[in-house]
């Protein structure tokens, strides 16, 4: 699985399996949120996207969900 830095899961939805499409956010100025302020928006590789699906196939074969990750890269 390809992921880029810190993973936040979602409480409601622990065993879904997870992918990661972005990094950031695309608005990324809400002045109530600062958890993507020093990241910039990027899309994962659409190949890597391919690459997780199949491994997610291969891991939970009966997966009927799976949670999409907007994640931030770990920031030195």
Sequence with gaps: M???GTVY???YGP???L???TQSTTHNKCRFCTMYRDVP???SPMEWIEEDL???AS???NATTIQLLRK???IP
């Design 2 to 4: 390809h992921f880029t």
């Design 9 to 11: 899961r979602n409480p």
């Design 15 to 17: 065993t879904f399996p």
């Design 19 to 21: 992918l990661e499409i």
């Design 41 to 43: 928006f990027k899309m």
């Design 54 to 56: 199949q491994e997610t």
């Design 59 to 61: 891991i939970v074969p």
């Design 72 to 74: 931030t890269k770990g």
